[in-house]
């Protein structure tokens, strides 16, 4: 097998553990990550042999663009205190936590080198944090501050990484320094970031197709992370700045066929780049057994610890923070979503995986310093990542689903079905205050107008089938059965459409490139 096959056999696992994980109750990645220790331990199946100043480009920034898309600025704006009490704070601490610990039980390991170990451990994955809430369906709060955490949380480690890889390989630190080189990174990674997000969205609405408008989102985040890297920014920090830009003034609200396609290639780059990623960080037990051989004790050792520490530390500082979060919040009474019991603290907790940022910072500690010898204990650190990358993403991932279903936290449906309604509400409201204004331009017959009256009733409707008892208009469950019925003739109607303009396909002189137009055409008027 080479290593093209590999990759296809990872893309393969990719699509298929979707489905394999809702039907087994595990997230995805994990499985991923299981497949990728199985192909390692396989003798035919190659060493992944891809250079790790690769995999952070390549990797994070469809990942984290796809994650941003799923949720708003005002969501993180109204959360900062809590992503940063609760997150952000929480790298620092536990750079500093690991730091001291492997400094004290890593024979010969410099302290800047330790503090380049806690910062790559520090950060949970966004990519885990995100795929594991989704298919648990925990509650709303939660998932905002996991996914603020994940985000949030790289851009401060691989600073802190980086500071630290730069004091170990010239022998020198200065605390001003860097400091300056953090705030430097942050600001050229937002003026970055917020001017590739504006040219974009021109250039998006100078495009017009739907093609070219996605392919365009695809090319950004790259684009934006490379530059901010070479001006010495945060790639990371820049990828969320333009994709939130984005996410807030792309596309127009009637450009149906854009933002539906637009969403379905994006979920579909999320799963292949997802399950490639984590299936990457399974294959590199292949390296991990050649490190530790005949050392296994000792080096088993030094993972446990620092495994216990991170573990220890997230639940130490998680419990005060939490409580002090919810304090300020009674106090001043403003809105923002916070764990609101002791269980959805825990369930936070155990939600700590760490993942693609944690694997790529480990693979790039550099070999050599700037003298030219060694990096010190360079393979005992890659060791002790993948340990803690290991039992935090399998144990942890494996055993969350159970922590979530014995402790009972869920999702408040009720909130949701309220809010839905009341966005359905509002959508039908709005569509009779245009045809109102219509009508006062417009002579319309006054069977129309009952026509379009009952179309702007049936826009929210359909979106949530409980506000017509609100309207009053008919019982709901016979006006329900009655859409449902409309709707099932009229796809019956377009699927013998379809079914007849594709047949058009195997005709003596049929031209597929109209043939394609036209069921086009149709496609859109479906989905309409």
Same mark, same amino acid.
């Given at each position: ?13 990719? +699509?298929?553990?979707? #489905? ?16 990728? &220790? ?5 003798? /035919?199946? #190659?060493?992944?042999?891809?250079? #790790?100043?690769? *995999? ?89 501050? $996991? ?56 250039? &998006? ?7 070219? @408008? ?5 090319? +950004? ?35 149906? $066929? ?29 390296? /991990? ?29 998680? $419990? ?63 060791? *002790?990542?993948?340990?803690? *990358? ?5 144990? @942890? ?19 949701? @079905? ?64 009655? *859409?449902?019925?409309?709707?099932? &003739? ?39």
């Amino acid at each position: 097998m080479d290593q093209l096959a590999l990759l296809f056999v990872l893309l393969l696992g990719a +699509v298929l553990s979707v #489905p394999l994980g809702d039907r087994l109750g595990l997230p995805a990645p994990v499985l991923m990550t299981l497949l990728g &220790i199985v192909l390692a331990l396989i003798q /035919v199946v #190659p060493n992944v042999d891809i250079n #790790p100043d690769l *995999i952070l480009p390549l990797v994070l920034p469809p990942l984290l663009y796809a994650a941003v898309h799923r949720t708003s600025w005002r969501q993180f704006a109204s959360n900062r205190r809590p992503i940063f009490l609760l997150a952000v704070a929480l790298v620092f601490v536990t750079t500093a936590a690991v730091a001291v610990t492997a400094d004290a039980i890593v024979p010969g390991l410099p302290l800047a080198a330790a503090v380049a170990l806690g910062a790559l451990v520090a950060p949970p994955d966004p990519v885990a944090a995100t795929a594991v809430a989704g298919q648990l369906g925990l509650p709303r709060r939660l998932v905002s501050i $996991l996914e603020g955490e994940g985000l949030f949380n790289d851009v401060t480690a691989i600073v802190l990484y980086h500071v630290a890889i730069a004091a170990a390989v010239s022998g020198s630190f200065s605390l001003p320094q860097a400091v300056l080189e953090l705030v430097l990174s942050a600001v050229v990674a937002v003026a970055v970031g917020w001017a590739f997000g504006w040219a974009a969205n021109k250039l &998006i609405g100078y495009l017009g197709d739907a093609t070219l @408008q996605i392919g365009l989102t695809l090319l +950004v985040p790259y684009a934006s992370y490379v530059l901010a890297e070479g001006l010495h920014g945060s790639g990371v920090l820049a990828v969320l700045t333009t994709a939130m830009f984005l996410a807030e003034r792309a596309f127009d609200a009637d450009d149906v $066929l854009t933002r539906l396609t637009g969403r379905a290639f994006w979920d579909v780059v999320d799963t292949l780049v997802t399950g490639v990623a984590f299936g990457l960080i399974g294959l590199e037990v292949h390296n /991990v057994i050649r490190t530790a051989q005949g050392r296994w004790g000792e080096m088993l050792g030094w993972a446990g610890a620092i495994v216990a520490v991170v573990i220890v530390v997230r639940l130490l500082w998680l $419990l005060p923070m939490t409580w002090v979060t919810r304090r300020l919040h009674a106090r001043r009474d403003i809105d923002e979503e916070i764990p609101v019991s002791w269980r959805e603290t825990v369930v936070m907790w155990w939600s700590g995986m760490r993942g693609v940022a944690s694997v790529a910072l480990a693979l790039a500690i550099p070999l050599t310093m700037d003298d030219g010898s060694p990096f010190p204990e360079r393979d005992e650190i890659v060791f *002790i990542a993948f340990g803690v *990358i290991m039992a935090t993403l399998v144990l @942890q991932g494996l055993s969350l689903p159970w922590l979530v279903k014995k402790l009972k936290v869920r999702a408040d449906t009720e909130i949701e @079905q309220k809010y839905e309604k009341e966005l359905a509400l509002r959508a039908a409201k709005a569509a009779k205050r245009r045809l109102k204004e219509i009508e006062e331009v417009e002579d319309l017959p006054e069977e129309v107008q009952e026509q379009m009256l009952r179309r702007a009733y049936d826009i929210g409707l359909r979106i949530n089938p409980e506000m017509g008892a609100e309207e009053r208009r008919e019982s709901q469950a016979k006006r329900y059965a009655r *859409i449902k019925r409309i709707r099932r &003739i009229q796809g019956e109607m377009m699927s013998a459409a379809r079914h007849e303009v594709l047949s058009a396909r195997s005709e003596p002189g049929a031209d597929p490139e109209v043939v394609d137009r036209v069921l086009r055409q149709l496609d859109v008027r479906s989905l309409r």
